[in-house]
């Protein structure tokens, strides 16, 4: 139940992303068809992060030692602009346009998921 309810906080997180200019759902999709591709970009982001990431992080270490941890802003960006470029070519209507726009993406989904898991932890705490 854990894996299902992260990947949907995810996909708000990422729906929240949308706002960004440069990083685009299809126009004119069905609502169900929207909730589709954000659950899929989720899963696909969550993969990227699984596999990418550590690889990144072992071989660029030295480059987090240099820069104080800042490059992770620009791998995390560059992970989620390679994930709308996987979504792309695996046909989801899901489109990164840039650097830029993955950049502040990217942050905004790491905020939104962290404040997604704060709030979802403190209702399930109440039960």
């Not at 030295?62 to 620009?74: D, E, P, S, W």
């Not at 840039?98 to 403190?122: Q, T």
Request: proline letters at 4%; aromatic letters at 12%; a negative charge.
């Amino acid at each position: 139940m854990g894996i299902l309810v992260q990947v949907l906080l995810t996909a708000v997180a990422v729906w929240v992303a949308t706002l960004i200019p440069g990083i685009d759902l299809e126009e004119g999709a069905s609502t169900p068809a929207k909730i589709g591709t954000l659950i899929g970009v989720a899963l696909l982001f969550g993969l990227v992060n699984a596999v990418v990431k550590p690889l990144v992080k072992f071989f660029g270490c030295l480059f987090y030692l240099v820069t104080l941890g800042l490059i992770g802003l620009v791998v995390n960006a560059l992970l989620f602009w390679l994930t709308g470029w996987l979504a792309n070519e695996l046909g989801l209507p899901f489109d990164v346009t840039g650097f830029w726009p993955a950049f502040w993406g990217a942050i905004i989904v790491a905020l939104a998921g962290w404040v997604l898991n704060i709030v979802y932890d403190r209702v399930t705490d109440r039960d």
